[in-house]
């Protein structure tokens, strides 16, 4: 049985069958180091252009992903308000009240509409906690008044603390006429005062939705 002699088959650098074994070791490896860098390239090129965008997700939904950006940049800004937890400053928002003049009394001072939702008055004991708002006693001069024009309210629960609720029950804090005013800057501070017939409470049945922006050790 004869076989047919059959012309060497070109490899693709141009090059027979004939000549591998007389071609120089670097030219071999030349070669194969330019074929793994295409299919590199290639790869790269198809990660890049065919998995950019994320599974599910079309340019337009992208496009309108950006639009909801800019609305929320444009989203109305509530002012944040200072107080006191525990011996340091925080910041909050009003964000609903029970009472209308407690709500239109906000209102003037955040310069932000606070809604009246009247059924915050009827929350459970266990749902609230207080927050003392000054009716008199010292007037700030180096940070802002609280509502009622003197000191900021203080708070006896912030994030973190096993008994926080943002809802607020109002406790109006009124300084004796024979007591000496300061800034009270923690509810132990404020209840020690009332002990001791410095200051007196009154809780008008207000609750005020009021959650914390910043607190000790923690933020927003």
Known sequence: MSTTNRPA????????RADTASRPWWRTGLFAGTALAAVIIGLGAWIVYGLGETPGMTTGDMAAGGEMGEMAADAPRIPP????????????????ASDPQI????????????????????????ARSPVYVFANGVTPEDTPAGPLGFQP???????????YTPLRELVLVTWADDAEPRVLTSAEEVTQAEAAGEV???RPGVVVNIPLLTWPGGQR
Not at 9 to 16: M, N
Not at 81 to 96: A, K, N, S
Not at 105 to 126: K, N, R, Y
């Open 200 to 202: 007196n409470f009154e």
């Open 103 to 126: 709500a239109q009394t906000l209102e003037g001072m955040m310069g932000s509409p606070v809604p009246v939702v009247e059924s915050l008055a009827a929350a459970p004991a266990d």
């Open 9 to 16: 088959e070109p490899y693709l650098d141009g090059t027979t």
């Open 81 to 96: 308000v200072l107080g006191y937890y525990g011996g340091e400053q925080v910041l909050f928002i009003h964000t609903e």
């Open 153 to 163: 309210d203080v708070f006896a629960t912030a994030p973190g603390d096993e008994d």
